[in-house]
């Protein structure tokens, strides 16, 4: 990842929404206690909020975003290794969909930090990104991949969606700014996929512990020109790797399992010098 500043970095559906905007606050049913009970996410309208925009590249479409509440006084029990009950904070997950502004490339969503409620529900995390559509410009058929995707945690939890590595931001502002490429990749094991992922810098996962931050802006810088192509064996033997196929016509397979980043980054660097 390039060197970061403290407040920059380059680097179920809601059905309560403004006009604009959709902003999380909807009755759920969890199990607390061993007690079915309804509590509802009461949030004062005045509250605190937290906004999160995506500028979208052509050819990309956002994902819908996961949110994750967390309760302290709402507990939920679980069992350890050796069946005895354990309490721990109560938590429920959603998918919002991010609004497009005004017809143009922004997309924005808004969440209460404090969802208030008999439980106190508090925001947890989000899990938000950019993928290609089904279908995309690699054809009929091409699924779509995981990879482009950013996670917010703004407690000591750990996020829903699990990422080796973290970045700690101070301030109420958080500026993601990445690039990618386009990766397609086909495998033949169990049954032939393939798949429009995208190639980043760690794996095209970031991930930020970011308490205090309220307005979240992140930017994907798609660079469609320089597409990597991967190939997965045909069978599981020992010594056989994907095989990944650059835009300089070059191939590598040595064990990795992701494109490597620093490399197409300087294919592109290189090319674009020379212009």
Same mark, same amino acid.
């Given at each position: 990842?390039?060197?970061?500043?403290?407040?920059?970095?380059?680097?179920?559906?809601?059905?309560?929404?403004?006009?604009?905007?959709?902003?999380?606050?909807?009755?759920?049913?969890?199990?607390?206690?061993?007690?079915?009970?309804?509590?509802?996410?009461?949030?004062?309208?005045?509250?605190?909020?937290?906004?999160?925009?995506?500028? +979208?590249?052509? =050819?990309?479409?956002?994902?819908?975003? !996961? &949110?994750?509440?967390?309760?302290? *006084?709402?507990?939920?029990?679980? $069992?350890?290794?050796?069946?005895?009950?354990?309490?721990?904070?109560?938590?429920?997950?959603?998918?919002?969909?991010?609004?497009?502004?005004?017809?143009?490339?922004?997309?924005?969503?808004?969440?209460?930090?404090?969802?208030?409620?008999?439980?106190?529900?508090?925001?947890?995390?989000?899990?938000?990104?950019?993928?290609?559509?089904?279908?995309?410009?690699?054809?009929?058929?091409?699924?779509?991949?995981?990879?482009?995707?950013?996670? +917010?945690?703004? =407690?000591?939890?750990?996020?829903?969606? !699990? &990422?080796?590595?973290?970045?700690? *931001?101070?301030?109420?502002?958080? $500026?993601?700014?990445?690039?990618?490429?386009?990766?397609?990749?086909?495998?033949?094991?169990?049954?032939?996929?393939?798949?429009?992922?995208?190639?980043?810098?760690?794996?095209?996962?970031?991930?930020?512990?970011?308490?205090?931050?309220?307005?979240?802006?992140?930017?994907?810088?798609?660079?469609?020109?320089?597409?990597?192509?991967?190939?997965?064996?045909?069978?599981?033997?020992?010594?056989?790797?994907?095989?990944?196929?650059?835009?300089?016509?070059?191939?590598?397979?040595?064990?990795?399992?992701?494109?490597?980043?620093?490399?197409?980054?300087?294919?592109?660097?290189?090319?674009?010098?020379?212009?």
């Amino acid at each position: 990842m390039r060197p970061l500043s403290s407040q920059s970095y380059r680097g179920r559906r809601n059905p309560q929404s403004s006009s604009r905007i959709p902003l999380l606050g909807i009755a759920i049913l969890i199990t607390l206690t061993g007690c079915a009970k309804n509590y509802s996410m009461s949030p004062m309208p005045d509250s605190e909020k937290v906004t999160v925009t995506i500028k +979208v590249p052509e =050819d990309l479409e956002p994902k819908p975003m !996961r &949110v994750m509440y967390r309760s302290s *006084v709402c507990k939920s029990v679980v $069992r350890d290794a050796g069946g005895r009950p354990e309490k721990l904070d109560g938590h429920s997950g959603y998918e919002v969909k991010l609004v497009r502004q005004g017809g143009g490339d922004l997309y924005t969503a808004e969440l209460y930090v404090n969802a208030g409620g008999a439980c106190d529900w508090q925001l947890s995390n989000v899990v938000f990104g950019v993928k290609y559509p089904v279908p995309n410009r690699f054809g009929e058929g091409v699924k779509s991949g995981l990879s482009g995707s950013v996670i +917010v945690i703004f =407690d000591d939890n750990n996020a829903q969606l !699990r &990422v080796p590595g973290s970045k700690v *931001v101070e301030g109420r502002e958080l $500026r993601v700014v990445n690039d990618y490429y386009p990766w397609v990749n086909e495998s033949f094991i169990r049954g032939y996929v393939k798949s429009a992922e995208l190639a980043g810098e760690a794996n095209g996962f970031h991930t930020f512990k970011a308490r205090k931050a309220r307005s979240i802006y992140f930017e994907p810088s798609l660079h469609s020109k320089y597409v990597v192509i991967s190939k997965e064996p045909t069978v599981h033997k020992p010594g056989m790797f994907i095989t990944f196929y650059y835009p300089d016509g070059t191939a590598q397979s040595d064990g990795r399992y992701v494109p490597d980043f620093n490399k197409i980054q300087e294919i592109r660097l290189k090319a674009e010098s020379k212009k």
